[in-house]
């Protein structure tokens, strides 16, 4: 069998396209009620009083949760904050609001039309203060983070220039606060027993979603269960708990019965967090012959007055061409906004949209090739931490990507190649993102007529977690497809990561194929003690599993296991295993890289503007379902087309309010916006990363994107533009 990295059919896809895999917002349970939150609707202040009569004589309302009236948390509630994903929470345990759709209160009634109807008769009245949100007033009062993720926020490295800078760009790219939009809301479901909790959760990591609420509570970790079998979209908003989560589990408590609260789309905008705002100041310099002299990246990004979250926007600026000065910082503006968080490749979705627009201003002022450029500028190991590449293809990228796109046909002179009447660019930038994994582990039983469970407490975003554990699972044991079944979304399971940072398969699937060897152990154990056993006495090394059956690996007579297991009486089997980052992850950085290039098409007259085609090629090791892993990449291709031309969260300036909360007026890429993407991997073996060779590709497919389209533009129209997003009337201006 070679079932690691076929394309195979998702094992879930029944399930969803039949209307049979329930999310958590279909769940019903016996006496379960509905919440709805009350949102803030002032920007900063105290909230000096309620009118609750009217909601509170409403035909099936049950409880207005209030900070007058809600449970008093250990410490606040503030016992959770554990960065980067632990946040600080609004829980009703003061009067305070510090920004604009801040959840004040919580309405349950019997039925969600009935919740719904009172909320909205709920009227706070309000101590307002002035509120700070302008963002370029207030970036003189930035301030450092310190860290991010672990990493110094600030980093200078200063070597000898072996040429003078013959040119240099110094200019400022921003890209403006964007929503993540999953098709699926963030949906909760609380029940109590006695002191134990059941969250049903629309949640990234049950694990960390297990000890964050047991913290926030005061109880312990294993009176919490977190169930979560399908997630509809996360892209990071639900990587951690959010104010919702546990203010359902308080309300609960209250009523003594299960209730579901689910998001509005408009609520979705605001106390869930978003991708930042940023301001970022590049200046890169390279010689005449094309070697890099210089690098600063200076990043502002926008957070809240009670929590510092940053946008990491220079990391990979460290890192991803050799140049002996480097400098990058990052700094954070506090304005009267919900607090950030993480969106599809933090960071490096918009550090490589700067870099990457930055590089092709320098490449035309030097007259050189933008791909000639950074082949030039290859960097032997890591120029950052001087540690040597677990693997690096990104030359194979550039030369795998420009062959199929054409590359070489292009006219470099702006306004130079057409399309019938329109105007025809072409654009490149690089992709990278970090290859990550943490501890993980898994358990795998096999029951007497030979069926195989293995579980993990991971969870599927939708990227295909179910299927590729199943293959991995299967390849390992010899079993076939349909004798194996995964399963997640449990915090009972063997703990798991959280699904972010594209490390789930980096992490769960080495577990996986451990717990999956470990059993075959067993297997083979009992087979070899067994005189009727076609491998009686053999040395374990000789003996294979194939297609469910046992037998000698020079050949012979086979049996299938289930056929072993119930002549030695055996009842389920089970075996545990798991996996870590060992010693290599401090040896070797470890990242994946690609080449992205992209064609505009441009109304000379009306500025409007259409991406008929990408072409891009990964290097990300070793890929393990072919069919789930191009959707992947495809989906963060779709996503880099709206970040570079439609994606914006407009907020009021006066008051602090997202004034396009809904997906009517909050534009992302549908059907008809997209044509041709063209996306492969190139060969790619890394021995470092994890047991399978694995690198997590959720995030890199929007890297590079929008600096692509944005290059492409220049290109067709000699218009360069710098601020996200490339709107039809900044072609015209």
């Known amino acids: 069998m070679n079932l690691i990295g076929a394309g195979i059919e998702r094992v879930d896809g029944p399930a969803k396209v039949t209307g049979k895999a329930a999310y958590i917002g279909d769940l019903q349970l016996p006496r379960m009620v509905h919440a709805t939150l009350v949102l803030a609707t002032t920007a900063r202040g105290r909230v000096a009083g309620f009118d609750l009569a009217q909601a509170e004589r409403m035909p099936g309302v049950l409880l207005v949760m209030t900070h007058v009236n809600a449970p008093a948390l250990p410490n606040g509630g503030r016992d959770a904050v554990d960065p980067p994903s632990g946040r600080v929470l609004s829980l009703l345990q003061d009067d305070l609001v510090h920004y604009d759709r801040q959840p004040i209160a919580v309405v349950v009634a019997e039925s969600l039309e009935r919740s719904i109807a009172a909320a909205a008769c709920v009227t706070a009245h309000y101590a307002r203060e002035s509120a700070v949100l302008d963002f370029a007033a207030t970036r003189a009062e930035a301030h450092s983070p310190g860290k991010i993720n672990g990493e110094a926020a600030d980093s200078t490295r200063e070597g000898p220039m072996s040429e003078p800078a013959a040119q240099r760009v110094s200019e400022v790219y921003t890209t403006p606060i964007e929503n993540h939009n999953p098709m699926e809301p963030h949906a909760t479901v609380a029940v109590w027993s006695g002191e134990g909790l059941t969250l049903y959760d629309t949640t990234q990591g049950i694990s960390g979603e297990q000890k964050t609420i047991a913290k926030i509570f005061g109880m312990p970790p294993e009176n919490v269960h977190v169930i979560c079998p399908y997630v509809g979209g996360g892209f990071g908003c639900k990587g951690s708990v959010w104010s919702h989560v546990p203010l359902t589990a308080m309300a609960a408590r209250l009523t003594g019965r299960p209730v579901k609260l689910v998001l509005e789309r408009p609520q979705m905008f605001g106390p869930v967090g978003a991708r930042p705002r940023t301001e970022q100041h590049l200046t890169v310099a390279a010689s005449a012959a094309g070697k890099f002299t210089e690098f600063r990246h200076d990043v502002f990004s926008h957070t809240s007055h009670i929590e510092d979250f940053a946008e990491p926007a220079a990391i990979q600026t460290r890192l991803l061409y050799a140049c002996p000065n480097v400098s990058t910082s990052h700094r954070v503006v506090p304005l009267n906004l919900g607090t950030p968080t993480f969106q599809r490749a933090p960071g490096h979705a918009t550090g490589t949209y700067a870099l990457g627009c930055a590089l092709d201003e320098l490449a035309i002022a030097l007259g050189v090739d933008p791909i000639e450029m950074r082949r030039r500028n290859e960097p032997a190991q890591d120029p950052d931490t001087q540690q040597p590449w677990s693997s690096r293809s990104l030359t194979a990228c550039y030369t795998a990507a420009a062959a199929a796109f054409g590359w070489a046909r292009r006219s470099p002179q702006p306004r130079s190649m057409r399309a019938g009447n329109r105007l025809l660019g072409w654009g490149y930038a690089t992709a990278t993102y970090p290859a990550k994994r943490s501890p993980a582990k898994a358990r795998a039983r096999i029951s007497p007529d030979g069926l195989v469970v293995v579980s993990s407490g991971s969870q599927d975003l939708g990227t295909g977690t179910y299927t590729v554990m199943t293959q991995i699972a299967a390849q390992t044991l010899g079993f076939p497809l349909a004798r194996v079944r995964f399963e997640l979304g449990d915090s009972t399971l063997p703990a798991a990561p959280v699904s972010g940072g594209s490390q789930s398969v980096a ?227």
């Open 507 to 733: 992490s769960v699937a080495p577990a996986v194929q451990a717990a999956a060897l470990a059993l075959r152990d067993k297997l083979v154990a009992i087979a070899v003690r067994d005189e009727a056993s076609p491998v009686y006495r053999a040395q374990a090394t000789d003996v294979v599993l194939e297609d469910g059956s046992i037998g000698l690996r020079a050949g012979g007579r086979r049996e299938p296991i289930a056929a072993s297991l119930l002549r030695n009486g055996a009842e389920s089997i089970v075996a545990e295993g798991s996996a870590e980052p060992g010693a290599e992850a401090k040896k070797y950085s470890m990242h994946s890289f690609g080449a992205v290039f992209a064609e505009v098409e441009i109304d000379p007259e009306l500025g409007t503007l259409r991406v008929p085609r990408v072409v891009a090629r990964y290097g990300i090791g070793k890929l393990m379902n072919a069919k789930t892993g191009r959707s992947q990449l495809l989906g963060g291709v779709v996503w880099g087309i709206g970040m570079a031309l439609m994606e914006e969260t407009l907020v009021d300036p006066h008051v602090g309010r997202v004034v396009n909360a809904n997906l009517a007026e909050y534009h992302v890429p549908t059907h008809a916006d997209i044509r041709s993407i063209d996306v492969d991997v190139v060969p790619e073996e890394d021995p470092y990363i994890d047991s399978l060779g694995a690198k997590g590709i959720g995030e890199i497919g929007i890297t590079g994107v929008a600096a692509a389209i944005v290059n492409a533009a220049y290109h067709a129209t000699g218009i360069r533009v710098r601020d996200l997003p490339l709107t039809l009337d900044k072609l015209l201006g």
